[in-house]
């Protein structure tokens, strides 16, 4: 049972986050991206914002949307196969349109402009020491479907990114389903979540990674809690970290996934073996990608893991962890929106110690 003085405690933490998002704009620090862009809208729509996000911080409402939108994924789930297949077609087709309908219009966002340009200049030219399984798969999109349609890079990449949206969405709703006497709904922690954007025809290299890392950690707390799926969590967590290196900021959770695999008696010899030559492929990966292979094309942009000149743009420079930072406060809203629920059902301390320390990673 919680207490009056824990449930104004609640109160008090989504407040003082939406004051971050209302005071953040009179810096005027281009660096705040993460939460500043209440700036571009007018007064009304900040007192809305301010005040739907202390609405949804209250247990009670929040709780009542949660359990409605468990209720209607656990429908579709139960549905005939035919019907089922029928209404996924539909929801297939519809987020499409969502996603390509309102698809940014412009290509210089973050890398944008860049990687639109590196798939149609050739093979030599894409990023393969910062993303290269998801500068492939662009690649083969746009030489096989891209240019087919009469895209250019850009357009191809929105058009990808409006597909794999669109099938990661059906993706969620047919795996990561919710337990009976859920506290949440995992449905609507991944649509709030920052990196849904990625799939509204944006044109840069995040949207692999993002799907990967959803299921990498979903299976993760798969096999924590249940003992199975150790493997699907290290296999993905492979691909996401080939699908772009930014997945390294996980990596600590990925090594502790496969400590406890290790030492899981239960088992198979060669499935922890399997583990551990995975970890070796993305070490030995990336080092040859990065340091051995891209240079060889002359490629400059070799500042991943370490400076080379003074002041540059790296993997533990001010300015790029300011961005981490910002991509946190961006994309984590959701996860703050769950704090109440994980205080006012206790859900942390249910938790096993290996979940726990999982989750902090």
């Known amino acids: 049972m919680v207490s009056k003085k824990q449930n104004t405690s609640l109160l008090i933490w989504p407040a003082l986050f939406a004051l971050l998002f209302v005071l953040s704009p009179l810096a005027d620090n281009a660096r705040l991206w993460g939460i500043n862009h209440l700036k571009f809208f007018p007064a009304a729509v900040i007192i809305i914002f301010c005040a739907a996000a202390i609405l949804c911080f209250i247990p009670q409402v929040s709780a009542a949307i949660h359990n ?3 209720s209607i994924q656990r429908i579709y789930l139960e549905l005939l196969l035919p019907q089922k297949v029928l209404l996924s077609i539909i929801i297939l087709i519809g987020f499409f349109i969502v996603f390509y309908i309102f698809r940014k219009p412009t290509a210089f966002l973050g890398d944008g402009y860049m990687r639109g340009m590196e798939i149609m200049r050739g093979f030599g030219y894409l990023p393969l020491n910062t993303e290269p399984l998801t500068a492939l798969v662009h690649s083969a999109f746009h030489n096989s479907i891209g240019l087919a349609l009469g895209l250019d890079g850009h357009g191809s990449i929105r058009l990808f990114s409006a597909i794999s949206g669109s099938a990661f969405i059906l993706a969620i709703l047919n795996i990561i389903r919710p337990k009976q006497n859920a506290v949440f709904s995992p449905l609507l922690l ?5 990196g849904i954007q990625f799939y509204f025809g944006y044109v840069e290299s995040y949207g ?8 990498s950690i979903w299976y993760s707390y798969r096999y924590l809690s249940e003992g199975r799926d150790a493997m699907k969590a290290l296999l993905i967590y492979t691909f996401t970290f080939f699908a772009h290196f930014a997945a ?3 990596l600590p959770a990925f090594l502790l996934l496969l400590i406890y695999a290790l030492k899981d008696k239960a088992l198979p010899s060669w499935k922890k073996l399997s583990g551990a030559g995975l970890f070796l492929i993305m070490a030995a990966g990336m080092v040859y990608l990065s340091f051995i292979y891209m240079p060889s094309y002359g490629a400059e942009e070799r500042e991943l893991l370490i400076s080379l000149s003074p002041g540059g743009y790296w993997l533990f420079s001010s300015e790029h962890l300011l961005d ?3 991509s946190l406060l961006l994309s984590g809203i959701p996860a703050l929106m769950l704090l109440p629920l994980l205080i006012k059902k206790s859900a942390w301390s249910a938790l ?6 999982y989750s902090l990673l």
């Open 68 to 70: 409605r939108l468990n």
């Open 190 to 194: 991944i649509l709030g979540l920052g």
């Open 208 to 215: 692999l990674m993002f799907i990967g890392l959803t299921f």
């Open 248 to 250: 390294i900021y996980v």
């Open 324 to 326: 981490v930072l910002n």
């Open 352 to 357: 096993r110690n290996e979940e726990k320390l």
